[in-house]
């Protein structure tokens, strides 16, 4: 008798196991992205990370200890062209069925229906997660260059979390306001990474990229706060927006803003002397790396 309960114990949690799952990956999720690759089960995602970190912290840098640092200029020029390209599509996806700025402070519920637009608004989701996905590549060429140094928990933190929450909003969101986080975000990734293009041909330019370098980090923290407040607007009472995604996504956006405010602070107001100033260079790979804003040497 107790082999008997002990049994219909266990099959009884098994069964409520199953039916949170269900309840969580199909039922909470919106059904038109069941077929998307990569959406519908989670074990991709997961993989997909635990790929990322082996390959990373693990696999390349054990094959490059005993070989020579890799250049991979033209594959980080590509690199670059192909995510402000990348960045511009994914606005272009999003305006073309009917992304407004209403989005930022209008409740925008999220729309489930079989329409165009709203599916479009599915599309282009899909495609900005696919877009975080192809980012992941940035730390493996890294590890390749063996430049360690820029390979800091945070930078990887950033971009399994944009993966995440890309993720997340294409799986969950149907096209509701917090949309906006991925046109702002694409926004400073096209400066961002014609920044980054344009430092690779900085003996070549006839202008420092230092008074741009602030600027850009000015962009981020704007950015930053401006998905705050789009979150402040997404989670009043009367809009039915998921709760859990403004939740999740809000704290990080709080770290991250103190971060950049830290460094702003440190690197643009403040008088240092040289030796100050070689310790907030070599710093400034742990701060900067939450959005990608270090530099590439």
Same mark, same amino acid.
Do not use: P
């Given at each position: 008798m107790e082999h008997e309960g002990a049994i219909h114990y266990l099959l009884h949690n098994v069964t409520s196991l199953k039916g949170l799952y269900n309840f969580l990956v199909d039922d909470l999720a919106d059904h038109r992205t069941r077929d998307l690759p990569l959406l519908h089960n989670p074990l991709w995602i997961i993989g997909c990370i635990g790929l990322y970190l082996l390959l990373v912290l693990r696999i390349v840098p054990d094959i490059m200890q005993e070989r020579k640092a890799m250049q991979l200029k033209y594959p980080i020029i590509v690199y670059d062209a192909f995510q402000m390209l990348g960045s511009a599509c994914s606005i272009y996806l999003f305006y073309r069925h009917g992304w407004t700025f209403q989005y930022f402070y209008k409740c925008r519920a999220p729309d489930?229906?079989?329409?165009?637009?709203?599916?479009?608004?599915?599309?282009?989701?899909?495609?900005?997660?696919?877009?975080?996905? !192809?980012?992941?590549?940035?730390?493996?060429? @890294? /590890? $390749?260059?063996?430049?360690?140094?820029?390979?800091? !928990?945070?930078?990887?933190?950033?971009?399994? @979390? /944009? $993966?995440?929450?890309?993720?997340?909003?294409?799986?969950?969101?149907?096209?509701?306001?917090?949309? @906006?986080?991925?046109?702002?975000?694409?926004?400073?990734?096209i400066f961002m990474y014609a920044y980054y293009l344009s430092s690779i041909f900085a003996k070549q330019l006839p202008f420092s990229l230092v008074p741009v370098k602030k600027l850009i980090t000015l962009l981020q923290i704007t950015q930053l706060i401006t998905v705050l407040i789009n979150l402040g607007f997404a989670m009043r009472p009367d809009c039915p927006v998921p709760l859990g995604h403004c939740l999740f996504h809000g704290p990080n956006m709080a770290l991250q803003i103190k971060l950049f405010a830290d460094f702003y602070l440190r690197t643009y107001t403040s008088r240092k002397t040289e030796k100050d100033n070689l310790l907030l260079t070599s710093n400034e790979v742990v701060v900067n790396v939450a959005s990608n804003t270090y530099k590439r040497k």
């Open positions: 489930f229906s079989n329409d165009k637009d709203s599916i479009g608004f599915i599309y282009a989701a899909y495609f900005t997660f696919l877009l975080k996905m !192809s980012e992941l590549i940035e730390t493996v060429m @890294y /590890a $390749l260059r063996k430049k360690n140094a820029q390979i800091s !928990s945070f930078h990887v933190y950033h971009h399994c @979390y /944009a $993966l995440v929450t890309s993720w997340g909003f294409a799986k969950y969101g149907g096209g509701s306001m917090l949309s @906006y986080t991925i046109i702002v975000n694409s926004i400073v990734h």
